[in-house]
């Protein structure tokens, strides 16, 4: 028993060791040396951006090229090779270099990724998570996908419900964020002067507040898109009754004669 299993284990290694051997021997005939560390090197381990466009480069090289330059906190990477205006994909340089330098060039990449969009950090210390607007909606009221808790986005802080950015940092007492949250729950609005809080009981949305300022029901603004679009309306209104009156007596004056 235990000769035959020697017998077909030799055979097994003679057979690798030969293919591995042509292999080698293959590849030397297909060497070529690398531009930037004049060292021989087998075509395998040639750099190319694809099949069209391969450099005189070494893998060793690339990848020492590319952690340099990550080393320095650049992400973007150009060819090393002098004439080419190509910069390095992650994806096709993959199999070529390290998986360790791989993934810190993708979180090289992630964090300049992160800081072109308009981005805050979540303000709430237990957490910290970069909430990023890729959208850039301009929203200020914003849930940090990883905590869900909600944060402002105008002003970097926890939620301030009720109150406005200016007046979250000042107004933090316990009470007084209670209040906001009744403020928002009752639609209650600011007059944004003296930051009196103001129930509308009835009719237009252009309220004046007992400091004399007058502002937006709705969002609070001196100059909005609401009150414009209220003097429209009315305007508008004025138009219509004036044209219907104008009728009204036309017909009156018909019937007459
Ligand atoms: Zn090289
Ligand atoms: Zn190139
Ligand atoms: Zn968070
Ligand atoms: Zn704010
Ligand atoms: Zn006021
Ligand atoms: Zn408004």
């Known amino acids: 028993m235990s000769n035959e299993i020697q017998q077909g284990t030799s055979d097994n290694t003679s057979v690798m060791s030969d293919e591995i051997w042509q292999d080698t021997s293959d590849e030397i005939q297909q060497n070529f040396t690398c531009e930037i560390c004049i060292e021989p090197a087998t075509l395998s381990q040639k750099f190319g951006h694809d099949a069209n466009c391969v450099h005189n ?33 992650p994806m096709e340089c993959r199999p070529m ?34 909430i990023l607007n890729e959208c850039n ?22 939620w301030h419900a009720g109150f406005r950015c200016s007046k979250a940092s000042r107004e933090t007492d316990e009470n007084d964020v209670r209040f906001g949250r009744l403020l928002v729950r009752m639609q209650w609005s600011r007059c944004p002067k003296c930051g009196q809080a103001i129930e509308r009981v009835a009719g237009c949305q252009f309220v004046k507040c007992r400091c004399r300022t007058s502002f937006c029901y709705l969002c609070g603004s001196q100059d909005c898109q ?28 018909g019937n007459r004669n």
């Open 137 to 158: 909606v301009a929203t200020e009221k914003y849930a940090c996908p990883a905590c869900k808790r909600l944060v402002c986005y105008a002003c970097r802080a926890p």
């Open 226 to 253: 609401h009150t414009r679009r209220n003097i429209v309306i009315i305007v508008m209104n004025i138009i219509i009754t004036i044209f219907f009156m104008f009728i009204f007596l036309v017909g009156v004056e």
């Open 97 to 130: 270099i390290p998986s360790s330098l791989f993934v810190k060039w993708s979180d090289c990449l992630c964090r300049s990724y992160v800081s072109t969009y308009k981005s805050c950090y979540c303000p709430y210390r237990d957490c910290s998570e970069p």
């Open 57 to 89: 480069i070494c893998f060793m090289c690339i990848a020492s090229h590319i952690q340099s330059k990550i080393d320095d906190n650049i992400c973007t990477i150009n060819c090393p090779e002098l004439d080419c205006e190509k910069t390095l994909i």
